[in-house]
Each structure stands twice: as structure tokens, then as C-alpha cells.
């Protein structure tokens, strides 16, 4: 058997819903009278005695049992249904009206469930999901009454109708070619969906309400052939096209950015409701650009999207979750301005795209990439003998390389990037493409020092230019002492190893007593420390890859133990 149930704003529209042919009235729970308006009177009277916020006061239930199990169910069984279902979900105490139709193939239930208390004039709240809890309680039903459940149910309606003989489509007539054309039609909002109706030659009829003067509805003729159009489908009507409407939306938050990054005056001097309507008109013009512009981005996967935006012309900006380091979404330049894909529109979202493709290629499923794999696929598939081409190559795909160099030998030990306007040190994206890896692949890698030119037939550019470091005065002292080539790692390590702390403030003191500089990353949204790292000898690690043990999560482990240790020795 198959329970939905779902919270009306109307009772009386619930209730004229079952006043019907074929509607027959079997009962009703903590209600007196006649019949339906009887009944009708006292649920509202009961709705005017709350005093809450809540506007959903009638719950709709609806049971359906399969067709076999329909017929054979007696007056009684029905009845006895009803009641198992509110007992199910303790609405025993509500008050309550059951029909029975008989209009369909099928028989089934409508429950009208007052969800005010009649003595109490409290509104009734389930512990879990209202759905959830009915589903619950309709597969309860089925298995002590012996009827088939919904799964069962829905199994036997996909092979019946997979069983079912398709027809075979016809010559294409006049409702199918305006429907085909009309579907073809890419807008941002109704109006533009009108103007583009019109462009393409159809004659444009609207019909507006009487006392808004809204339209409500509208057809279209061409071809000798006049529709409305919900004529021609139910996915052409008003209701429906206002649903998928690539409405573009201009937040407060949006204006604010867009008016704090004027160069010119003229317009701050305007009326400020004046001022207002200019920058969401020119909003709207550039938002319109770029949703024009994104919709002829292909998309096959995240990686893909990517590098095929910034062969349209545009920059691309990921975000990451701070707290899993997966992609969360992206941001894009153009036309020099900078949107969030959300702020362009839902459907340039990743979640949407991602969406939209596995429809499109319901055999291909995407598998999740984090921004790390992706830039590693890049880097894998460039061709390079030297450092100075390697280097080439990663500023002619799109990175912005940021050699860093040795303060002694004033050779690179390392280098980082900035990808999709994130910055990564290589080793972050795997140990092979750090260069002393990259050096073991190719023997013949030239690795260029601080202080060489580059040649004279090349432009210089960032990929050989020194980075600076600022070294503090305790660095340079401790720089004397270091062996000729040092495992900075396991340097760093074990002097991590020496500090004592007891709280995470009097750890970044003593890492700053101790000659380091430690930067804290934190949630945007609470402020919660989620990562660090630390930069000493030219060097510059994250938490992670120093060792586990150096770890936010390790460290709130090892003071949590400190302190229970601590409660133990003062109770002892």
C-alpha cells in the first residue's frame, strides 16, 4: 500500500476536493454531526483557536492500495485502514474526515486531518519527516493486513508499463513543428521569451487577468495553426516556463560590490533610487553577456569545463571546502568583472551542470575530481627537457609559476604555482612533480640559478625571476649552523617535536619563540582553526605533510588527553 501525505494551506479546498461524484463519505474521527459541513464547521472553528505562526493546518492523506487488493477490501476494512494509520502516526486525537474514491481503476483514501487540537488549540509536530513517518507506517499497514506494499506496487506499474506497446509517432504536424521551434528558444526572463516568439515569426496572443492586469497566460499561432499554450504542452504554459526561467537575480550584496568598485563619480552623484535602477539595468546588460557566453561552454567533466572556459576568454577562480578540500564551485572574469556562478544564474552552478550532462549521457556517470587531480592531469600531459621549458609550458596553459629558491646556494629547491586562482607548492599536488623528482625522470633537466639571466631570444617572465624571502633575524643566525644539504622535513619535525603547549594559542607563541611563521586557516562561517602551516628556513610546510602527529585534529587529541590526565591526578 502507498501512504502520501502532504500540509495544506485551505481546509475548506481540501474538503470541496472530495465533494465530488464517486466520493463517498465512510467517516470521521473526534467530529459530530450529519455530514461533511457538519464537520466542516468544527475543524475551522477548532484552525480559529490557534494563536501560533504556522499557516499549514490541514494535513491530506492519501492511501493506495494496489487494484487487486481494492477490490476485495470491504466498508469495514477501510475503516479499519484509516484507523491503523492514524494510530501509526499518533493523529488519534485529531480530528479528522475519511472519504473513499471510486473514480479511478483503483480504490483508495482521503483523510482530512485538522492538525489543531481540539482541547489543547496546539498544532501537532511528528518527531521525524511527515513523509518519511507515512511511508513508514503504510508499509506497517500492508504487512499486518496482508496487502501489498509500495515497493511491490511500484514494481508491477514499471512492468506493465514497460509491457505496454509504444506508438509509433506519425508525420510531423503543425502542434509538433511550433512545439519543436518554441523548445529551441534559450530566454533569461518571460518578456524575453515573448520577444523571442515574435522574432522567430510566430503571432503573439496574451491573456491577462482581469482585476492584476498580469499576464496569465498566452498563444501563439504559425503555419495556418492558432494554440494556447497549454494546447501545445503542458512544459509551454506560463506556470511552467516561470519554473525553469533563467531569471537573472541581482542581490543587495551584488549592488554594494558593484557600486564600491566605480572609478567615476557622475553616477554616486545620482538619486539614489536613480542610482539604484542604473547599476542593476548595467548589471543585468553584463550578466546577460555572460550567460550567453557560458551557455556555449562545453561541459564533460570539471577539468574539461575549466580549461575550455579560459579558451572562451574567460578567468576561472575555484572555491574549496576548507574542510574536505573538494571543489564546492567557481567563479569566473570577464569583461572585467567577476561573478560566482551562482550569481550568474543556478543553471552555471556545478551541481546543475553535472545534472544536465548525466541526463543528456545517462551511460556516462562523472566521477568526482578534487582541483588537485585535475591540475595533475595538466602537468602530466606537458612536453619539456629543461627547467626553462617546463616552466614555459606551465605559464602557457594558464599557471603563474613562483620558483623558490635556496638562500644559501640561491638555487630553486622547489617551486609553487597559482592554478584557477588557488595557490599550491608542487609537492602539494604529488611528489613526482616536485623538481628533484622531475630531475631523476629527465637526467638532461638544466636547472636555472637565482642569479642567471635568460637567454636573449626569451622574454622574462615570473617563471625565472627571484622570489624573495623574508627571513627572520633567529633564521639567519641558525642558517650558519645548517649541514650542507639538509632534510629541512625532518628538521622542522623534530623541532615541532620540542614545543610545549597548552592550548593552540600558546603553541603559535612558542612556534614564533622558536624562530617560525605560522599561518592558521579557519572556517569563514565559525572561525574554527581546520589547518596551519609553517614556514622556517626558506621552507614552507602544511601541518599534513609534516607528519600526522602535527595536525590540528592529533594536537586537540593530545591536549584533551592532557587535561583528563590533569582531573585524574587531582582526584587521586
Known amino acids: 500500500m502507498i501512504a502520501k501525505v502532504k500540509s495544506n494551506n485551505s481546509l475548506d479546498k481540501t474538503i470541496d476536493y472530495h465533494k465530488k461524484e464517486k466520493s463517498e463519505l465512510i467517516g470521521a474521527v473526534n467530529l459530530v454531526g450529519k455530514g461533511v459541513e457538519d464537520f466542516r ?82 498544532v501537532w509536530r511528528s518527531k521525524i519527516n511527515d513523509v518519511t513517518l507515512s511511508h513508514r507506517v503504510g508499509h506497517q499497514i500492508a504487512e499486518e493486513r496482508g496487502l501489498k506494499n509500495a515497493k511491490e506496487i511500484m514494481k508491477e506499474n514499471r512492468t506493465k508499463r514497460a509491457a505496454t506497446p509504444k506508438l509509433k509517432s506519425g508525420p510531423v504536424g503543425n502542434k509538433q513543428r511550433i512545439a519543436q521551434e518554441l523548445d529551441a528558444i534559450t530566454f533569461v526572463n518571460v518578456e524575453s521569451y515573448f520577444a523571442e516568439i515574435v522574432k522567430k515569426g510566430f503571432q503573439l496572443k496574451k491573456y491577462f487577468d482581469k482585476e492584476t492586469k498580469e499576464v496569465r497566460g498566452y498563444g501563439v499561432g504559425k503555419y495556418g495553426t492558432f494554440l494556447d499554450a497549454s494546447k501545445i504542452g503542458k512544459r509551454f504554459t506560463l506556470k511552467e516556463l516561470k519554473k525553469k526561467v533563467h531569471e537573472i537575480k541581482i542581490s543587495p550584496a551584488m549592488i554594494k560590490k558593484f557600486e564600491e568598485g566605480l572609478q567615476t563619480d557622475v553616477i554616486k552623484n545620482f538619486d539614489p533610487v536613480a542610482r539604484k535602477q542604473v547599476i542593476i539595468d548595467t548589471m543585468t546588460e553584463v550578466l546577460k553577456l555572460f550567460s550567453d557566453d557560458l551557455r556555449k561552454v562545453k561541459f564533460d567533466g570539471i577539468g574539461s569545463y575549466f580549461r575550455n572556459l579560459e579558451k572562451a576568454g574567460f578567468k576561472v577562480k575555484a572555491h574549496l571546502n576548507k574542510a574536505t578540500g573538494a571543489i564546492s564551485g567557481y567563479g569566473v572574469t570577464k569583461y572585467d568583472q567577476f561573478y560566482n556562478a551562482s550569481e550568474i544564474g543556478k543553471e552555471f552552478t556545478l551541481t546543475s551542470l553535472k545534472i544536465k550532462f548525466e541526463k543528456e549521457h545517462p551511460a556516462i556517470k562523472l566521477k568526482p575530481k578534487s582541483i588537485r587531480q585535475i591540475i595533475a592531469d595538466e602537468i602530466s600531459n606537458l612536453k619539456y627537457t629543461t627547467a626553462q621549458d617546463y616552466f614555459k609550458e606551465l605559464t602557457r596553459v594558464g599557471f603563474e609559476v613562483k620558483p623558490l629558491f635556496n638562500i644559501d646556494s640561491k638555487e630553486p629547491f622547489n617551486y609553487g604555482f597559482t592554478r584557477y586562482g588557488l595557490y599550491f607548492e608542487a609537492i602539494e599536488i604529488g611528489k613526482k612533480f616536485t623538481l628533484e623528482s622531475l630531475k631523476n625522470q629527465k637526467p638532461n633537466l638544466i636547472v636555472l640559478k637565482a642569479s642567471q639571466p635568460p637567454r636573449s631570444d626569451e622574454t622574462p617572465t615570473t617563471t625565472i625571476t627571484t622570489t624573495s624571502i623574508k627571513v627572520p633575524t633567529t633564521q639567519r643566525q641558525l642558517s650558519d649552523t645548517k649541514p650542507n644539504s639538509p632534510d629541512y622535513r625532518s628538521l622542522i619535525a623534530n623541532e615541532l617535536r620540542k614545543i610545549k603547549f597548552r592550548d593552540f594559542d600558546s603553541y603559535f607563541v612558542e612556534l614564533k619563540a622558536k624562530g617560525f611563521e605560522a599561518n592558521a586557516i579557519k572556517e569563514e562561517a565559525t572561525g574554527r582553526l581546520v589547518d596551519y602551516s609553517v614556514r622556517k628556513y626558506g621552507q614552507h610546510y602544511k601541518a599534513s605533510m609534516l607528519g600526522e602527529e602535527f595536525t590540528v585534529a592529533f594536537l586537540m587529541a593530545t591536549m584533551a588527553k592532557k587535561k583528563t590526565r590533569k582531573r585524574l591526578n587531582r582526584i587521586q
Not at 464547521?41 to 499557516?55: E, L, N
Not at 474526515?97 to 492538525?115: A, G
Request: with cysteine; aromatic share 4%.
Open 41 to 122: 464547521m468544527q475543524m475551522k472553528d477548532t484552525q480559529a483557536c490557534f494563536k501560533g505562526r504556522a499557516k499549514k493546518l490541514t494535513l491530506h492523506a492519501i492511501l493506495s492500495p494496489s487494484i487487486e487488493d481494492g477490490k476485495r477490501l470491504t466498508r469495514n476494512d477501510w475503516k479499519g485502514i484509516a484507523h491503523d494509520y492514524l494510530k501509526g502516526m499518533k493523529l488519534l486525537e485529531q480530528q479528522a474526515i475519511i472519504f473513499l474514491h471510486t473514480d479511478r481503476s483503483h480504490k483508495h483514501l482521503h483523510l482530512v486531518i485538522n492538525l489543531v487540537h481540539e482541547t489543547t488549540c496546539k
